[in-house]
């Protein structure tokens, strides 16, 4: 419904992998038919808030970006976050700088867009609809929305760097040879080589059938807000529609939750890097009645036990 809630995270209960939980009604005074559809972990620092903004995203996909600071003071009973359509619902909402990052969408029948963070305008008011990030088909949806570096490379930086390192991953070519060899026929110098390569972000987009697919966030090219979009994962009946994208990382681990409440976890690196609009592979087998119903990544918080 576009309300905003606030709450310590030291006050949630904590319980087992494998118990039921506490009905977010019991936390929070959700109305009925009011759910839950983002949470956002923020800094305790509430002066940092002055250098965020905070993206929305609909399934409709209308966007709206304002400032976090907006948000400092909130009541109880919750705060108007963004004015909704009846046939409308908040899918994502994530923090933001503005010359720093990207927006990326993605869709159910696996269409994708990303833009700059400008390319939306800052909003004061927060009971204002926003404006249209992606322009979708009558059967398509929005179904996550998440924040990337802004890539500052050129487009045939991008090609010549992706000719390269697809040619590594497809074990055609050594990351140890010679860099003259490895970049023949581009004209990628091997600094700025190495610095794309360290800053390569990688989405994993996943399918309600149970299939998912890594790759390079350098395929998908910036462009404006609002258009159609470009292809991010094939849709069939076999592999069925995209549940979610989002960025992962080597050492990430990923959960998959389907609808009978089993969820199997397993490593970021075990799925290989594959192209935009490949398939993908077999994550989780799920029987014929069920579906994937939501995906997350877990951070590796590099924690050592003393």
Known sequence: KGKVYQMKVFKLPEFAPNARGKPMVGIF?????????????????????ENLNIMFSTSKGTVRR?????????QSSGKIAMKLSDDDKLIGVHTCIEKEDDVFLSTKEGKCLRFPISNVRKFSGRNSVGVRGIRLSKVDMVISMYILKHAKFTIDERNDYLKIANAIRRKELRRS???????????LSENKF???????????????????????????????????????????????????????????????????????RSPVNKIRISGRTTQGVTLFKVESSEKVLSAASIKDLNISSE
């Open 66 to 74: 304002n400032a976090l600071s907006d948000f400092i003071k909130i």
């Open 194 to 264: 190495v610095e794309m390569e360290n800053i390569e972000e990688f989405i994993l987009s996943i399918a309600d059938n149970g299939f998912g697919k890594r790759s390079s966030a350098y395929e998908y090219r910036i462009t404006s807000r609002g258009g159609k979009g470009i292809a991010n994962m094939s849709v069939n009946k076999k592999i069925g529609k995209v549940v979610s994208s989002f960025p992962v990382n080597e050492k990430d681990d990923i959960m998959l939750i389907a609808g009978t409440g089993k969820l199997i």
């Open 29 to 49: 005074p959700l109305t009925k038919n009011e759910n839950i559809t983002a949470v956002l972990p923020l800094p305790n620092d509430k002066t940092s808030w």
């Open 177 to 187: 040879t010679p860099f003259n060899k490895l970049s023949k026929g581009t004209q």
